[in-house]
Every structure is written in C-alpha cells, then in structure tokens.
C-alpha cells in the first residue's frame, strides 16, 4: 500500500512540473513576456497600456537592482533592445504622453554595467514624480493654448461685429446728412421762388404805376 501511495505521489508530481512547465510567467519577471507583451501594446497603439507595462518594468527594475543586480543586467539589456528596435513605432503611438516618453528615455538610458545599473536604480525611482510633473506641464500648456485660441476668436468676433456697427452708424449718418442737405436745399430753393415772387410782383406794381402814370389816371 505504501508503495502504490509512494508511486501516485512521484506521478502526481511529474505531472504537476510538466504542467507548470507549459504555464507562462505573467507579470515583468520574464523579460522574454515583457517584451512579447510591449511589441503587440505598440501594434495595437495603446499608449496607456504602454505606460503602465513601463512603470512595472521600471519598479521592476528598481527592486531588482537592490536585491539581486547579477539578474537585471541582461533584463535592462533585452528592454533596451526593444526599445532601439521599435523606437518609431513608440514615438508615433505615445505622441505627447510625457510620463511614457520619459520611461522610454529612462529605461534606455540605464548603463549595461549591473553595478551602475544598481547605481543608477535610486534616480530611475524617483522618476514618476518627475514625469508626473511633466505630464501636468504638457497638459497645462494645451490648455493655456486652447484658451488663447478661444480668447482670439471672441477677440475677432467683437472686432468684426464692431465693425459692423460702425459701418451701420456711418450709413445712418450720411443718410441723415443727406436728409438734412435735401432739406436745406428745397428750404433754400423754397426762399427763393418766394423772392422772386416778391420781386415780379413788385416789379408788376412798378409797371402797373408807370402805366397809369402815363395815361394820367
């Protein structure tokens, strides 16, 4: 009995290896995944995804480099790798995204040395505040140009709509000063006919007197 329990143990066992065997490794352990996983992110053009595989790697990287840096030399050196590889692709997909840029900068920057990487691990720790940082200073700045932008096409509305009215007030103003001119013209013609009026009828009276004058009326 005990021999048939000590023979279904060593089998379970080898079972339970072979399967494991054949089970990939998730997470940013396996440099070989990492990589697997950031070549489909790129094709897809998800930069978020992006970002967040490089920070684990970068955390990765840090912890690593403190507890056991004869294992993160060849690790930096196959990211590094993919990074010189797919440099085009990363910079089209992730655009103005300044925290994913700066790990791609940051991780392709570390040393091949795995005594300067361990050196190197306090900065790169340190580096999501700083992205962070940048991250905010891009945002601010779209949004500084976009209100600029709003700000100059109210501006040019009000200039144009001023205009308009000006142009309104200048018309009204020449139609009143010709109104006024067309009145003052028929007044003056109007003053004219009545001394000429008055004249003629004087000139009447004259000739009607000098008339009778001669006839002796």
């Known amino acids: 009995m005990k021999k048939f329990f000590g023979f279904f143990a ?11 065997k054949d089970v990939p490794k998730t997470g940013v352990e396996n440099v070989d995944d990492v990589v697997a996983n950031l070549t489909e992110l790129v094709q897809k053009g998800d930069a978020s995804a992006i970002q967040a595989k ?7 990287i840090v912890k690593m480099a403190n ?4 294992v993160i030399a060849p690790y930096v050196a196959k990211i590094k790798e993919f990074i010189a590889t797919n440099k085009e692709k ?7 995204n300044a925290i ?3 790990l791609v900068s940051a991780v ?3 040393p091949d040395d795995a005594a300067a990487i361990k050196e190197a691990a306090a900065k790169l720790a340190d580096f999501s505040g700083v992205a962070e940082g940048a ?3 891009v945002e601010g700045a779209v949004e500084g140009a976009q209100d600029a932008v709003e ?8 200039a144009v709509e001023g205009a308009v009215e000006g142009v309104k007030d200048a018309a009204a103003d020449a139609v009143q000063a010709g109104k006024d001119a067309v009145n003052d013209a028929k007044d003056a013609a109007a003053e004219k006919v009545n001394e000429a009026k008055e004249a003629a009828a004087g000139k009447i009276d004259d000739a009607a007197a000098a008339a009778k004058k001669k006839l002796g009326l």
């Open 135 to 137: 991250q905010d200073a």
């Open 100 to 102: 994913a840029n700066g």
């Open 108 to 110: 392709e920057a570390l």
């Open 67 to 70: 507890e056991n840096s004869e």
């Open 151 to 158: 700000g100059a096409v109210e501006g040019a509305k009000d």
């Open 54 to 60: 490089l920070t684990e790697v970068k955390d990765y």
């Open 10 to 20: 060593v089998v379970a066992a080898m079972v339970l290896a072979i399967s494991c």
């Open 90 to 96: 990363l910079t089209s997909v992730l655009g103005n």
